[in-house]
């Protein structure tokens, strides 16, 4: 969270340039665009973030050094609706790991042994991943969390609410323009791509989880623009071939009107993301996510959407660094222009081939609040100069609100709403780095007029 908030601010005060709503980011991307500043150029907030940034980086890139890493959680009703935010997913976690870069080559190995595990994985390999330098490109395989899209509270197409999917993955490392006056209106510009297994038990066993993403920021607009597209496919009984694949890629997937139904190829979403920065210094962005869904029924191409908008304003409050947000999310397919029509429930991360759903260890893979949810959040991040950061997240849910039950879904089959309140606190000292929060939620289930409230709360510390 709080190298989020720093990279952001550098980014929207013009200290850096590079596309940051597709995380992981590239280091060395940032290490590249920091070269330009010294930190005696800059004052206030923005000095302050360029420093821990350039200490995370001479961290982070010291090249040839093994690091160990030993870590310990514990949680009470730990959060199952997930932020940007890392907290634990368990009653109980030990972890260990450790880490070396060199020049071509970089290895992170991380084992986690988790308690009372939600899903019956005690042992859990997540965060491993090797990587190798090819030109401007990096390719690594492993366990990694991905973030698609500029989302603070919950990405429509690809989150860390579900645990990290096992794959490879090809990235771009700088974000240097295009050369030809054709393109070079784009500006910086990144592109990831991976293909990772659904090892889990599903329906369809086996199948493959597949996505494509690129993002670019034109010169003196104060926006990013960013496209993304996932899709799962192949698996046990399913075809799994060359051609299959490229019909996939030119969307040849809607049943009955560019394929035949015993050939679709997957299960796609796709979509794309904007964020303005807004002119002359305002320190305030406005963004918003729309994500397809394959297709309308009996047409071709995109048509039912998942809709998500939302503001951030920045700026300090008595000496503290803060990043504020307002977010709403809607994951009710809506037919029509982006959206603006009817109502299509039981939609969203569902599927009739794919029936387990676009969901990894009965966790929804994009927004947290799952299928027919309707979200708003309000969350504000607050960084002191030497690097301790508050966090506070206030979140109402009407979840899976419309249509008939939905026993797939990942929070209730039936509709819910949920008052959450959650605050957090993470600081680095001499003995390692310390993490607690503490929240409230009161849910109500609309089937029953029953309600529930409960206290969170969780604890962690890593050496480092």
Known sequence: MRLRHDLQRLNDSGVINVPMTAWPVSLGDIHNAMQSYYATDLSGPERAAFERVREHLSWELDSGTIRYRVGLAASENQRIIRSFE????????????????????????????????????????????????????????????????????????????????????????LSTPFETKWLSWMGPWTFSTFMSSLD????????????????????????????????????????????????????????????????????????????????????????????????????????????????????????????????VSETTCREGGFGSSDEVPNCAYNHSIYQTGYRYYGRALGHPGDGDTLAYSFGSTLVQSAGPVWNVLLRYMEINRVGSPDPGHTLSPTPQELVDIQFSHDRMTKFGRFSAGLGYGRLEDKATGSSDSDVSGFIQWSSN
């Open 86 to 173: 890392k907290t634990p997913r368990e009653d109980g976690e030990v972890s260990a790991g450790l880490s070396w870069m060199g020049e071509r080559f970089a290895v992170n190995l991380n084992a986690t042994y988790a308690a009372n595990p939600f899903d019956g994985e005690e042992f859990r390999p997540d965060g491993t991943y090797v990587g190798m330098a090819l030109g401007n490109w990096m390719l690594t395989a492993g366990w990694q969390d991905r973030w698609w899209g500029p989302s603070r509270d919950g990405s429509l197409i690809l989150g860390t609410n579900a645990r990290p999917t096992p794959g490879v993955m090809l990235q771009r490392n």
């Open 200 to 327: 889990d038990e599903r329906v369809i066993n086996d199948a493959l989880l597949f996505g494509v993403r690129g993002s670019f920021r034109p010169p003196g607009t104060g926006l990013e623009i960013g496209i993304s597209r996932t899709a799962q496919w192949c698996g046990d009984d399913r075809p799994c071939d060359l051609d299959t694949f490229v019909d996939l890629l030119l969307g040849k997937d809607n049943r009955g009107v560019n394929v035949d139904p015993e050939d679709e190829p997957g299960n796609q979403l796709g979509g794309f993301d904007v964020r303005w920065r807004l002119p002359k210094n305002i320190p305030v962005a406005m963004y918003m996510q729309w994500i397809g869904e394959d297709g309308r029924g009996g047409g071709q191409g995109v048509g039912s959407w998942l809709r998500q908008l939302g503001v951030e304003h920045w700026g300090t409050i008595g000496g503290l660094s803060h990043r504020s947000h307002f977010e």
